[in-house]
């Protein structure tokens, strides 16, 4: 049974800074895929940022989060993290750490873009004023 359970969400000034985490459960990082995805009132959900953290991997994020935010892994606590910086208004979201199914495909690993691919956190919600 897998288990995602964020923390550290919160509410911070326009160019502040935060760190989330996500406590996986039932699931390691070798299995597949992981990331952070955001959904904002009245938007869909987007990709923050995804990894496919096994050797010859890879770190994808959104142009709107370059250079601000970092994904980053602790294996051993079996912890996935964001440090986010640089903190704008328009960064406010509920976000979900998640996990998913990778497949291989021209020669790379990639993730499903199939929500139902994917195991979910409860969310944390951060707040940019």
């Known amino acids: 049974h897998v288990q995602l359970v964020e923390s550290g969400g919160g509410s911070v000034q326009a160019g502040g800074s935060l760190k989330l985490s996500c406590k996986f459960a039932?699931?390691?990082?070798?299995?597949?895929?992981v990331g952070w995805f955001r959904q904002a009132p009245g938007k869909a959900r987007e990709g923050v940022a995804t990894?496919?953290?096994?050797?010859?991997?890879?770190?994808y994020y959104a142009d709107s989060v370059k250079g601000r935010f970092t994904i980053s892994k602790d294996s051993d606590k079996n912890t996935l993290y964001l440090q986010m910086g640089s903190l704008k208004p328009e960064d406010t979201a509920m976000y979900y750490c998640?996990?998913?199914?990778?497949?291989?495909?021209?020669?790379?690993?990639?993730?499903?873009?199939?929500?139902?691919?994917?195991?979910w956190g409860q969310g944390t919600q951060v707040t940019v004023s």
């Open positions: 998640a996990a998913g199914r990778s497949f291989w495909k021209g020669g790379k690993w990639l993730c499903s873009s199939r929500s139902e691919d994917w195991y």
């Open positions: 039932g699931y390691t990082f070798s299995t597949g895929c």
């Open positions: 990894m496919y953290p096994r050797d010859g991997g890879w770190i």
